[in-house]
Nanobody, 118 residues
Framework: QLVESGGGLVQPGGSLRLSCAAS????????MNWVRQAPGKGLEWVSA????????YYADSVKGRFTISRDNAKNTLYLQMDSLKPDDTAVYYC?????????????WGQGTQVTVSS
């Protein structure tokens, strides 16, 4: 099971940190991802991190502004989001699977809403 938290309403230029608590599987053994879905649009892969946390990837749209991390002792995935823009408004999901490959993600959270607006 994956449970996201930390979403909310933030002004442009602001920051949020999302969390994803994992249970029911060996969290430390898997690549993890963040994916988002903006209103009226399809799923967009955002970021991935390998099992040990030493390798990370980002979509061009968030590179330099978002930071993915994990704490395997706490079975928790994070997404630090800085310099937020209105275009970042979306439901954010954590998901288990190899980087980029949405069709191979086998566990998904329920999502947390992020709204960037003044």
């Amino acid at each position: 099971q994956l449970v996201e938290s930390g979403g909310g309403l933030v002004q442009p230029g602001g920051s949020l940190r999302l969390s994803c608590a994992a249970s029911g599987f060996t969290f430390s053994s898997y690549w993890m991802n963040w994916v988002r879905q903006a209103p009226g649009k399809g799923l967009e892969w955002v970021s991935a991190i390998n099992s040990g946390g030493g390798t990370t990837y980002y979509a061009d749209s968030v590179k330099g502004r978002f930071t993915i991390s994990r704490d395997n002792a706490k079975n928790t995935l994070y997404l630090q989001m800085d310099s937020l823009k209105p275009d970042d408004t979306a439901v954010y999901y954590c998901a288990r699977g190899p980087p980029y490959r949405l069709d191979e993600f086998d566990y998904w959270g329920q999502g947390t809403q992020v709204t960037v607006s003044s």
